[in-house]
């Protein structure tokens, strides 16, 4: 293979992947609603989370998750209960308890008895945090 072909073959393949990213962002720019891009991101990571495999472990941040998840169930007029806050950050129980003792104590979520069942906690953002979020989720839907 000649050099001028790697160069062609290259160029190919950068415009593939231009493709694929323009998609991407018409795709994030056609979410209308922070809930949407909130899902969006978390479907996103979900997604990378499944072709890395095994080695996705590298790149978790599950306060991350737990927050996204939270803000996706406050605009959809959802609880989230403790189990599925933990589910949510794709990591053992015990890693997601951990994070969501650390968000609490920052008062980043709160924390409250389930009125239905008081054997369980429903967890929710506070309201700096939701304001937060829709602040991120707009500059995000925003990027160049």
Request: charged share 25%; with cysteine.
């Amino acid at each position: 293979m000649t050099e001028f072909q790697k160069i062609q073959g290259t160029l190919a393949e950068i415009e593939a992947l231009e493709a694929v990213l323009a998609d991407a962002r018409a795709r994030v720019l056609s979410l209308d609603k922070p809930r949407d891009i909130a899902a969006h991101v978390y479907a996103a990571r979900r997604a990378r989370d499944a072709s890395f495999g095994t080695n996705a472990i590298l790149f978790g941040e599950p306060a991350w998750d737990i927050l996204l998840e939270l803000y996706s169930a406050q605009e959809n007029d959802r609880e989230t209960s403790i189990t599925s806050a933990c589910f949510a950050a794709q990591v053992p129980n015990t890693t997601a308890l951990r994070h969501l003792g650390n968000l609490e104590a920052h008062g980043l979520i709160v924390r409250r008895n389930d009125p239905e069942d008081r054997r369980r906690s429903v967890v929710r953002l506070s309201d700096a945090t939701t304001e937060i979020m829709q602040d991120w989720l707009t500059r995000y839907s925003t990027l160049p």
